[in-house]
């Protein structure tokens, strides 16, 4: 056996072993998943990923609402789109697919989502940090000033004695002197933030500021020692906890937090504010259509139609048809591998585009033996015989492969640019599938066929004999 086919078999056989373990339910250790997608600091399962219509989940379609009915620019939706895919991605929503739909809307679907409202919270907050002087000291009471309140026109004070009392814009309640809210600074001095625990078990956010903004703080902060410094986000007041040290590299920012919602005020402030504001036009909570039972049904229908189809190949081609039923082994698998290391997320459409694609695998195959049984018949030995099958199959196989490709290109372009997820679902499986079937064809069964007739290359053998047909 040629060297270079041993290297080939090598390689083939290397790429089932990952394969198989990839897509078999054996637990992947931690270290497996992040050598997987060292890329990613977000460990996935190493599972394959269901769609809406598979596993059910949450699907939002957002609106521009910008002042006066303005239309945004096609560059700050993409950019709001990328930036609510990063929240959700941090959230740990398992695959989000967030798309553009029309020129001013998102369409979000968050498949097995569990926490509805706050998915709903984080998608359409918009991010807007400022640190508020609030200029005022500590009330009297010794009360804290650090649950959360709305700003209605003006700012209102939390749970302490002045509690619902708005505070005029002019004039401070407490002190009854004349002041002016202004913001100090926005969101743009983090440089990070992340969720955390104090020495009192409540859970807060700690941030870093950028350093050409350290100066800055630093200079504000020791001129406003024992007052308060209001954090707003988005026109709602977290907390005014008051300045008790200098501070320079960061800080931290306290409230009436939970572990979820620290954590949700942390994505939003790491990836920034939306560039336009947001606005919920429709909500579903979208089951299962499937569900378990149905998706159980079809894998036993398709594994059904393969065995169905490499008995065929072994009664109509013999020998070949067997290499090429451990090819078609090898492309499912690898298939399915594929999925998951990208990953794609199953639809039902995308099944329907994975099941197409066998069909490609297999015309290959047919293609490259019925050539092999024309070049045997026509008196070559069977290493010309395979060697001028796969050149003289290659252009018809290349052809029809590229035809599917611009198809399925098409329909991706549609897909992304109308909404259509279901399509472009369908466009990425099938796409995947041509070529890696291409892959399969030219490279796996071509280098099978070599290894197992190395040993007869130069013999002019009876055709039945090899294909079991004349």
């Given at each position: 056996?040629?060297?270079?086919?041993?290297?080939?078999?090598?390689?083939?056989?290397?790429?089932?072993?990952?394969?198989?373990?990839?897509?078999?339910?054996?637990?992947?250790?931690?270290?497996?998943?992040?050598?997987?997608?060292?890329?990613?600091?977000?460990?996935r399962d190493l599972q394959i990923k269901q769609g809406l219509d598979l596993k059910g989940g949450l699907q939002v379609l957002l609106a521009s609402d910008l002042p006066g009915g303005a239309a945004p620019t096609p560059d700050q939706m993409e950019t709001a789109r990328r930036i609510?895919?990063?929240?959700?991605?941090?959230?740990?929503v398992a695959e989000p697919i967030i798309q553009l739909q029309g020129e001013d809307r998102i369409l979000v679907e968050l498949p097995g989502v569990t926490d509805r409202n706050l998915a709903i919270d984080l998608i359409k907050q918009t991010g807007q940090l400022e640190?508020?002087?609030?200029?005022?000291?500590?009330?009297?009471?010794?009360?804290?000033?650090?649950t959360s309140y709305r700003v209605y026109g003006g700012l209102i004070y939390p749970n302490t004695v002045q509690a619902g009392k708005p505070i005029d814009p002019a004039r401070d309640a407490l002190t009854g002197t004349a002041r002016i809210w202004r913001t100090a600074f926005t969101g743009e001095i983090l440089a990070s933030a992340e969720p955390a625990i104090d020495n009192f078990g409540r859970s807060i956010v700690n941030f870093t500021i950028r350093p050409q903004f350290q100066s800055d703080f630093r200079q504000f902060t020791s001129g406003k020692l024992n007052q308060a410094l209001c954090i707003v986000l988005d026109g709602?007041?977290?907390?005014?906890?008051f300045i008790r040290a200098v501070l320079d590299t960061g800080g931290q920012i306290s409230g009436n937090f939970t572990p979820e919602s620290a954590r949700n005020l942390a994505l939003v402030l790491s990836y920034g504010s939306l560039p336009v504001p947001l606005k919920i036009e429709t909500t579903r909570d979208i089951g299962a259509t499937l569900g378990a039972d149905s998706v159980q049904k079809s894998i036993v229908a398709s594994a059904i139609a393969l065995g169905a189809l490499m008995l065929f190949l072994l009664l109509y081609y013999r020998l070949p048809g067997l290499l090429a039923c451990f090819t078609m082994i090898f492309f499912t698998v690898s298939s399915l591998a594929l999925f998951i290391l990208l990953p794609v997320v199953l639809t039902l459409p995308g099944i329907a585009g994975f099941v197409l694609s066998v069909a490609s695998a297999v015309d290959a195959n047919v293609l490259v033996f019925e050539r092999f049984?024309?070049?045997?018949?026509?008196?070559?030995?069977?290493?010309?015989?395979?060697?001028?099958?796969?050149?003289?199959?290659?252009?018809?196989?290349?052809?029809?492969?590229?035809?599917?490709?611009?198809?399925?290109?098409?329909?991706?372009?549609?897909?992304?640019?109308f909404g259509a997820s279901a399509v472009r679902g369908f466009a990425i499986t099938l796409s995947l599938g041509v070529l890696l079937s291409l892959f399969s064809a030219m490279f796996v069964t071509r280098t099978l066929m070599?290894?197992?007739?190395?040993?007869?290359?130069?013999?002019?053998?009876d055709v039945s004999l090899v294909l079991g047909v004349r």
């Open positions: 056996m040629r060297q270079s086919t041993t290297i080939r078999l090598i390689i083939i056989a290397f790429m089932t072993v990952i394969a198989v373990y990839l897509v078999s339910p054996l637990p992947k250790p931690e270290f497996v998943r992040n050598l997987v997608f060292w890329q990613d600091p977000r460990s609510i895919e990063d929240r959700v991605s941090g959230l740990g640190f508020v002087d609030g200029g005022f000291n500590p009330p009297p009471d010794g009360s804290v000033i650090s709602t007041i977290l907390s005014c906890p049984k024309e070049e045997l018949r026509s008196g070559r030995t069977i290493r010309a015989s395979v060697e001028t099958a796969f050149q003289r199959a290659w252009p018809s196989i290349r052809d029809s492969n590229l035809s599917v490709l611009i198809t399925c290109f098409i329909l991706f372009v549609f897909g992304s640019t070599r290894a197992v007739f190395y040993d007869r290359a130069e013999s002019v053998p």
